[in-house]
């Protein structure tokens, strides 16, 4: 994807707003910027965009309600969640609602830019579809086309960082997978980065796949490295 790329700021917070809008598009991103939950909502049902930003706290509906809204709407953009507070329950909560990606304030600038060029990055990984796509391991079976999972837990609509990162496990079948090669890969982060989001990511792999996530048969920790999948 070009720079040229369409970004919708959610921010009730002018002068926030107006920082992050200007080093945006001094990357040469088209923003967008709207200040509530609600206007955002109907912002993404009228306009494509390839990422949301979007701020945690906000006047009416909050950034948790509309990633739901828009998960359950089976809409897949790319979320990046912006929260005031860095509580860790704060993030847990977010990405279980489908956020792909989030970041404490207060943040710094330079981070914030490289969080946006990878989340943009991955949103391009999305495979044209094809007849017969369909991954399959203990009971579970995910469809690559419309992103469901049927698993013995439940059903459920993985984000397209979720199938990204599932697609890269499956592939890798009983191969060890380093914290810093998913880091790098998936979020495109220094390897070394420490960061709570890919421990959160496997957290919600395991409670959507696994049948008991405590005792993991598939997204198995190897300790202090990393993690290798195993079908089961
Ligand atoms: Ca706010």
Redesign the pocket.
Known sequence: MSKQAAILLV???PH?AQGLIYNLQEEGYQVSHVESGETALEHLREHDCALLIL????PGIDGLEVCRQLRQQGNQVAILMLT?RGEEQDRIAGLSEGADDYLAKPFNLKEFLLRVAGLLRRSRWQQPPTADRIIRFGCNQIDLNNHLAKTANGQFQLTELEIKILQLFVNNEGKLITRGELLQSVWGLQPDTETRTLDNFIVRLRKYFELDPTKPCHFLTVRGRGYRFSKG
């Open positions: 921010e009730d917070e926030i701020d945690l706290m906000l005031a």
